[in-house]
């Protein structure tokens, strides 16, 4: 029996660290703390790696309702190195501006990396309901909805440090099970250490899941006007509806460079051209 669970420890600390580069490698930066600006929910300004720019610098510009200011320096930013505040303070900007699709993109850019921000979302919702498309989702089973909603309750980071915390209280249990002399603590650890273990398991594998999404982005939104979806990857083709201007989309084919086959949330599918989405 110790040699057993002496096998699953030695497992679950190759899951943790394998968690842990999940988290580490290619992650992207985010933002923790939060001050109001306006009526928007603004993170807090913290000096960026730019040599004449500073998220600082974009923050005032947006209290002076100098947006355009506010949207160049965050863009400049942005090439610096993605981070959600700067997306979500460079979507309140364009939304000030009346530019839907691009403040819904960056909600999205932003939610992406912070997926449980309620501020992120709330705002992002604004935005869509001042869209003209309204698609109705196909529904998924509600086990579905329930697992996909638990993931995005947090970030890649934060799983990996809940596997963590998990782990440690793990070896804990195991601690109790094997040294304690009272049936009663060994049991206690035993039952713990089950629990425990699969939320290390469920953590790590949550964690995955985020950076796979993060860095498999198929997701777009419509930044033209209007665009119409076409059977075909050609102008000749036939054509299926028309999106317009913020309508996210998932890209089903993403082979051509011209063209891009896409999925809306309903199962409807067509081509657009590549020139009229930006990926999220």
Same mark, same amino acid.
């Given at each position: 029996?110790?040699?057993?669970?002496?096998?699953?420890?030695?497992?679950?600390?190759?899951?943790?660290?394998?968690?842990?580069?999940?988290?580490?490698?290619?992650?992207?930066?985010?933002?923790?703390?939060?001050?109001?600006?306006?009526?928007?929910?603004?993170?807090?300004?913290?000096?960026?790696?730019?040599?004449?720019?500073?998220?600082?610098?974009?923050?005032?510009?947006?209290?002076?309702?100098?947006?355009?200011?506010?949207?160049?320096?965050?863009?400049?930013?942005?090439?610096?190195?993605?981070?959600?505040?700067?997306?979500?303070?460079?979507?309140?900007?364009?939304?000030?501006?009346?530019?839907?699709?691009?403040?819904?993109?960056?909600?999205?850019?932003?939610?992406?990396?912070?997926?449980?921000?309620?501020?992120?979302?709330?705002?992002?919702?604004?935005?869509?309901?001042?869209?003209?498309?309204?698609?109705?989702?196909?529904?998924?089973?509600?086990?579905?909805?329930?697992?996909? @909603? &638990?993931?995005?309750?947090?970030?890649?980071?934060? =799983?990996? $440090?809940? *596997?963590?915390?998990?782990? !440690?209280?793990? +070896?804990?249990?195991? @601690? &109790?099970?094997?040294?304690?002399?009272?049936?009663? =603590?060994? $049991?206690? *650890?035993?039952?713990?250490? !089950?629990?425990? +273990?699969?939320?290390?398991? &469920?953590?790590?594998?949550?964690?995955?899941?985020?950076?796979?999404?993060?860095?498999?982005?198929?997701?777009?939104?419509? +930044?033209?006007?209007?665009?119409?979806?076409?059977?075909?990857?050609?102008?000749?083709?036939?054509?299926?509806?028309?999106?317009?201007?913020?309508?996210?989309?998932?890209?089903?084919?993403?082979?051509?460079?011209?063209?891009?086959?896409?999925?809306?949330?309903?199962?409807?599918?067509?081509?657009?051209?590549?020139?009229?989405?930006?990926?999220?």
């Amino acid at each position: 029996m110790k040699k057993i669970i002496s096998l699953t420890l030695s497992f679950l600390m190759v899951l943790v660290v394998w968690g842990q580069d999940v988290a580490t490698e290619d992650t992207l930066a985010v933002a923790k703390d939060s001050v109001s600006i306006g009526s928007h929910t603004e993170f807090a300004a913290t000096k960026l790696s730019d040599d004449n720019v500073t998220k600082a610098q974009g923050d005032s510009a947006y209290m002076r309702n100098d947006y355009a200011s506010a949207i160049q320096i965050y863009e400049s930013l942005l090439t610096k190195g993605e981070a959600a505040e700067i997306y979500y303070n460079l979507g309140n900007s364009y939304y000030k501006t009346d530019d839907i699709a691009k403040a819904i993109l960056n909600y999205e850019r932003a939610l992406l990396l912070q997926p449980g921000n309620a501020d992120v979302r709330a705002n992002l919702e604004i935005a869509r309901s001042k869209t003209i498309d309204k698609v109705v989702s196909v529904p998924d089973i509600f086990f579905v909805t329930w697992t996909k @909603s &638990l993931i995005n309750c947090l970030s890649v980071d934060a =799983w990996a $440090k809940l *596997g963590v915390a998990f782990f !440690i209280l793990l +070896l804990v249990s195991f @601690s &109790l099970f094997f040294f304690s002399k009272q049936i009663v =603590w060994k $049991k206690s *650890g035993f039952i713990a250490g !089950i629990v425990f +273990l699969i939320f290390v398991v &469920l953590s790590n594998v949550f964690a995955s899941e985020q950076k796979t999404e993060l860095m498999n982005r198929n997701n777009a939104i419509i +930044l033209s006007p209007s665009v119409t979806v076409r059977s075909t990857p050609s102008e000749s083709g036939t054509s299926l509806f028309v999106l317009h201007e913020g309508h996210k989309i998932e890209i089903k084919d993403n082979s051509m460079r011209e063209w891009k086959e896409i999925r809306l949330e309903d199962g409807k599918v067509g081509w657009v051209p590549a020139s009229a989405i930006e990926v999220i």
